[in-house]
């Protein structure tokens, strides 16, 4: 079972930036198939990133051009770089891992896809 921890949360001023990490212990899939997810209170979870085994990423429209998603397979992290940060960006957020067979980009910023969860990181960005 792949055991996800992510880091890097915090409380930044709106404009401010943030980097958060996600470490990939035992599994077998690694770093190939993986995205961020959030949560604010009172909200779905939506997808923010996705990756796939070849690089290709995928970001939700609130965030395109503000967040980039990037990997290490040899560290086996998987980071969000969140830039430009909004107060609308305050939520609780979960990297996640899917299985080879839902590794297509389609299926990115999908929930449903995603089979292992880490506990998340808090970030709250004031106005």
């Known amino acids: 079972q792949v055991q996800l921890v992510e880091s890097g949360g915090g409380s930044v001023q709106s404009g401010g930036s943030l980097r958060l990490s996600c470490a990939v212990s035992s599994g077998t899939y690694g770093t190939d198939c993986m995205g961020w997810f959030r949560q604010a209170p009172g909200k779905e979870r939506e997808g923010v990133a996705g990756?796939?085994?070849?690089?290709?990423?995928r970001y939700a429209d609130s965030v395109k051009g503000r967040f980039t998603i990037s990997r290490d397979n040899t560290k086996k992290t998987l980071d969000l770089q969140m830039n430009s940060l909004e107060p609308e960006d305050t939520a609780m957020y979960y990297c996640?891992?899917?299985?080879?067979?839902?590794?297509?980009?389609?299926?990115?910023?999908?929930?449903?896809?995603?089979?292992?969860w880490g506990q998340g990181t808090q970030v709250t960005v004031s106005s």
């Open positions: 990756m796939i085994t070849d690089g290709t990423t």
């Open positions: 996640a891992a899917r299985r080879p067979a839902h590794c297509y980009i389609d299926y990115a910023l999908e929930e449903w896809a995603y089979y292992a």
